[in-house]
């Protein structure tokens, strides 16, 4: 039986630092944080998501699993991928889940984070999308194409279109590819870097979006019903998985969430409610 939701906060980047100022405020709250407990004795773990699918798949964790795991979770939702490492690294929350492990590298040697992950949880395929065109190959001359401006998500488009052949990266294999590393690029595509979560916006002003998959899912897209490709969702290689500070991956609280966002249950609740545009990773 579900019990009353807990407090869910939709924070922005203006909000977060009252955001911060009321969830921690240094070590010692840090402290008292961490040994707390709700009124019917679960020991609370504050997570950081983003909204679709993470707030929602922790929703269910929740309201459906966590208290015979003896566990409050509390909910607290950013609308972009910068500050939930933000909040998990000066302390206001526990862990986050919404970055996949080539993200996180990469946000651990740009900021120098000392954060970590515990391992795939579930994956949202990336997808390219257009308004004006059905097929890649009827892709205009000049073509205005957005991608993330994040370099590793934007990485993902430019190796989603070098799949099909619409550019020719210099090291397909690479890891991170930028703009920097088209080789080839017939179409003479023009590319703009975008905030991801603005990118289904900028549909109707471009002609070919790489958008991230939770965001697609925000804005009622389907990576398999109307993106003209997407990734393959059997390479779980930006599965998104619980981050927490290292240190903290033996915390009993850390362990059994990672244990219930793992779990059958979970599965069986990503695989009814998202219909293949996201799929359970462990």
């Not at 969702?233 to 009993?252: K, P």
């Given at each position: ?27 010692g ?12 004795g ?29 566990l409050?979770i ?32 990469d ?25 004006s065109?059905t ?30 052949g ?30 991801a ?34 990734e ?15 240190g ?8 059994k ?18 219909d293949?545009?996201?799929?359970a990773a462990?």
């Amino acid at each position: 039986m579900s019990r009353t939701a807990p407090r869910r906060l939709a924070l922005t980047t203006v909000a977060l630092s009252g955001a911060m100022m009321m969830s921690a405020c240094g070590s010692g709250a840090e402290a008292e944080q961490a040994g707390a407990t709700s009124a019917d004795g679960a020991a609370v773990i504050t997570v950081a998501v983003t909204p679709v699918p993470h707030a929602d798949i922790l929703q269910f964790v929740d309201d459906e699993l966590a208290a015979d795991a003896g566990l409050d979770i509390e909910i607290v939702e950013f609308t972009d991928y910068v500050q939930p490492n933000v909040a998990l690294d000066e302390g206001s929350v526990d862990a986050n889940y919404y970055q996949h492990g080539v993200f996180l590298a990469d946000q651990v040697t740009q900021a120098g984070y000392d954060i970590v992950g515990l391992g795939p949880i579930s994956f949202q395929p990336m997808g390219l999308y257009s308004e004006s065109v059905t097929d890649l190959a009827d892709l205009p001359t000049g073509a205005t194409v957005a991608i993330p401006n994040d370099p590793v998500n934007g990485s993902r488009g430019l190796k989603l279109l070098a799949q099909e052949g619409v550019i020719t990266l210099a090291d397909p294999d690479a890891a991170v590819p930028t703009l920097l590393d088209v080789t080839d690029n017939p179409k003479d595509l023009r590319f703009e870097e975008v905030e991801a979560a603005q990118l289904p916006r900028s549909l109707a002003d471009v002609d070919l979006a790489a958008v991230p998959g939770n965001y697609a899912l925000d804005a009622g897209l389907s990576p398999r019903d109307d993106a003209l490709v997407a990734e393959d969702t059997s390479d779980t290689t930006y599965a998104n998985q619980l981050v927490v500070r290292s240190g903290d991956e033996d915390d009993e609280r850390v362990q059994k969430l990672y244990e219930l966002l793992t779990s059958d249950a979970v599965r069986q609740y990503i695989q009814d409610t998202y219909d293949g545009a996201v799929v359970a990773a462990s």
